[in-house]
């Protein structure tokens, strides 16, 4: 059996749950005899989906707040007592907070937390290998698109200088990078940057970021409402129709972060994009497919039809959804009041620019993972039909 033992932080979310169960299995079962995985919110096992065996290797802690930074002595206390936490080998961070918070809060919550992930690992994990950051499509300024000054040269890649002012500051990714490089000479660390942009995939609760979740269940409710068969008109305009992006579905994300992990020859102080198809696709290509698996047709934009679309479609027809729920045998995990219905609309309707990021760095090293971007949906449903989510 290895001698590795991995360290998540992160495991509620998207990415975290998807590189608790990988580490468990990718690419072998035995590249780590252990997997920790931190959370703020109680998960229980049986949310993993895995199997008994693998289930017994995987040790779950809640309650770790990072938000209450590096000098909180019950924090580090908690931390210190998780059993053999001074074996962790590997460290895979994913955790984020502030959703909808403006720059300079999202900013200082962010930097909060991963400075204080920095603290109980450095103080606590003497045996690090291995350290791996989760940044994203925010290093290319995405959310700055069209404003003066600022640049925009798609395919995005790895090499492109940091975003000028008054931009740089609004990228939180920037310190937590520069913060992991000077702790990666202070310690003798290898460590890496992975960049994925959306984040296609599931959580076993009602997950902020998961667009996945917003997208699978707008599609679901939109069969009960008007029928199997029924066309699905695409809620954006024809520039969102045709743009090309680089959706990143959560199983092949986390296989990258573990496969950089243990090759830290060929990552070590780099930055890597992560996406489903070199290239990227279009929601012209993507739509009716992913409407086909609610037995639906996806159709293009229709700007002179003048029936709600999208998340307007969804609010108009909020009286339909307990209804939706009970008659489908749904869990309420809060799906319908917490997903990310301001995710589904800007992704839809207002992200009119080349998001395609360049992954030829990630395959140059060996990483040759592709999947059409419509898989990555299609597994996180099949998992969210499983967990009772959506029907």
Not at 299 to 322: C, F, H, R, S, Y
Request: aromatic share 12%; with cysteine.
């Amino acid at each position: 059996m290895s001698s590795r033992q991995a360290l998540i932080f992160g495991a509620s979310g998207i990415s975290g749950w998807a590189l608790a169960r990988e580490c468990l299995k990718y690419p072998s079962e035995d590249t780590f005899n252990r997997v920790i995985a931190l959370s703020n919110q109680r998960l229980l096992k049986e949310e993993f989906l895995l199997s008994e065996t693998d289930a017994s290797r995987l040790d779950l802690h809640a309650g770790i707040d990072l938000s209450k930074g590096v000098d909180d002595s019950d924090l580090q206390q908690q931390f210190s007592s998780i059993s053999g936490i001074k074996e962790t080998t590997h460290v895979y961070y994913t955790a984020y907070g502030g959703h909808r918070s403006d720059h300079s809060t999202l900013t200082k919550i962010n930097e909060t937390f991963f400075m204080t992930a920095l603290s109980l690992v450095s103080k606590n994990c003497p045996r690090i290998q291995f350290f791996s950051l989760q940044t994203g499509g925010k290093t290319y300024g995405f959310e700055f698109y069209g404003q003066p000054g600022m640049p925009w040269n798609p395919p995005h890649k790895e090499s492109n200088p940091r975003l000028p002012e008054p931009y740089r500051s609004k990228v939180f990714y920037y310190p937590q990078v520069d913060a992991l490089t000077s702790a990666a000479m202070t310690h003798n660390w290898k460590f890496c940057e992975v960049r994925p942009e959306i984040i296609v995939g599931f959580t076993p609760r009602s997950n902020g970021m998961g667009m996945a979740q917003a997208l699978g269940i707008f599609l679901s409710l939109y069969r009960y409402v008007r029928s199997e068969g029924s066309e699905v008109i695409f809620p954006g305009d024809e520039a969102m129709w045709n743009v090309p992006r680089t959706d990143t579905s959560q199983d092949t994300l986390a296989r990258f972060h573990i496969y950089a992990s243990l090759n830290p020859e060929k990552t070590s102080g780099r930055a890597f994009n992560v996406a489903d198809e070199d290239g990227g696709s279009t929601w012209k290509n993507d739509w009716p497919r992913l409407c086909s698996y609610f037995g639906l047709k996806g159709v293009g934009p229709d700007a002179t039809n003048p029936e709600p679309k999208g998340l307007d479609w969804l609010m108009v027809n909020q009286e339909q959804w307990i209804q939706w729920m009970e008659k489908a045998g749904l869990r309420d995990i809060g799906q319908m009041n917490n997903s990310s219905w301001d995710m589904l609309k800007v992704v839809l309707e207002f992200l009119p620019m080349d998001r395609r990021m360049d992954i030829t760095e990630s395959k140059r090293i060996g990483f040759g993972e592709q999947t059409e971007t419509v898989d990555g949906y299609f597994q996180a449903w099949d998992r969210m039909k499983k967990a009772k989510i959506i029907a």
